[in-house]
């Protein structure tokens, strides 16, 4: 796994980092609770977001009557091994509205909110919503547009429940989010269309819930894939299980594309990259977070399918 500094976000940190997005402003800034103890946006929802995929669409959601904090945001690490600090649980004890993924991502989270026992709190727990919880879920929900539709909804809901004088506000802002996600959703129906059964190969089960919604035939051993999410080495056997997959795929039988998670980078995944493109076979770079972490969700999803598109017209042409 990637080494990282765990301190994201320290406590002394003086400023507010606002990035625009389609609707309203994201919050990259881990002192807007003590603006909040001043009174200075008591207007505005507190939210905090254990993670900057659900933290984008929930500001996107909320506009200018949100103001969202997002915990796991930094491009060069793994989010699956993420600690908590001081900052984040006084951000969290402040919050209207927490949310987290859930299904064991970031328990960190789920700790401090335990911790502190705020009766009065909305939490959004994503795997809890989708009925996920249960031990061995595959937590990269936000990867399924179905589950992502899913909890769009909620998140709508708790917004109007916590402010319940703007309702024809977040109404207009849940419609105009949904028309913003409809090039994201009309790709995935477009590669379903276009590649439905083809085979391919991911490093880690990030790519699961997508490949499944794209109609593409996921082939990597499910436990290497798991495995790799939860930063333990492979079996052996499922190791040359994979690398056998790799080899002439095009002709072979095996896979045509490689899906790369760059976030959980390991000498084994680092291996077969280099083994795919020796072999000719495109490479396609996922992300746990939205990168990079200036952009909106949809625009993240966006160029990530644009290049799985490319890649498997690659492949195609290859045969």
């Known amino acids: 796994m ?10 002394v940190v003086i400023g507010i980092i606002v990035v625009s997005t389609v609707a309203g402003a994201y919050v990259l800034n881990p002192n807007w609770f003590f603006a909040a103890s001043n009174n200075n946006n008591q207007s505005q929802i507190q939210v905090v977001a254990a993670e900057n995929f659900w933290g984008s669409l929930i500001s996107q959601l909320g506009g200018t009557h949100t103001q969202v904090l997002s915990i796991v945001s930094d491009p060069n690490a793994d989010p699956h091994e993420y600690e908590s600090n001081a900052a984040n649980a006084r951000a969290i004890a402040t919050a ?7 299904a064991g991502y970031d328990a960190w989270a ?47 809901s708790d917004l109007v429940s916590i402010d319940t004088t703007n ?9 105009n989010l949904n028309v913003s996600l409809g090039p994201y959703n009309s790709r995935i129906n477009k590669i379903a269309q276009n590649f439905a059964g083809t085979r391919v190969a991911s490093t880690e089960n990030i790519f699961e819930y997508l490949a499944g919604a794209s109609h593409l035939n996921l082939i990597s051993p499910p436990e290497f894939m798991k495995a790799v999410a939860e930063g333990i080495e492979p079996s052996p056997q499922d190791i040359i299980t994979f690398q ?9 039988g095996n896979a045509t ?9 390991t000498h084994t995944t680092q291996d077969l990259k280099t083994e795919a493109s ?17 952009v909106s969700f949809q625009e993240w999803m966006n160029a990530e ?3 799985l598109q490319n890649a498997l017209n690659q492949a195609a042409h290859a045969k």
């Open 2 to 11: 990637i080494s990282r500094n765990t301190a994201i976000i320290a406590a």
């Open 305 to 307: 399918l644009i290049q």
């Open 278 to 294: 020796q072999d000719y076979i495109p490479v396609v770079a996922m992300t746990e977070t939205i990168q990079p972490p200036d």
């Open 96 to 102: 209207n509205l927490v949310i987290v993924n859930g």
């Open 110 to 156: 789920l700790k401090l909110i335990a911790a502190n026992g705020n009766q009065n709190q909305r939490v959004l727990n994503v795997a809890d919503l989708l009925g996920k919880n249960a031990g061995g879920a595959n937590p990269h929900f936000w990867y399924s547009p179905t589950y992502v539709n899913q909890t769009l909804h909620a998140m709508y």
């Open 244 to 252: 056998h997959q790799l080899l002439n795929g095009t002709s072979r």
């Open 167 to 175: 309702p024809a506000y977040y109404r207009q802002q849940y419609a």
């Open 257 to 265: 594309v490689l899906v790369y998670n760059a976030q959980t980078v």
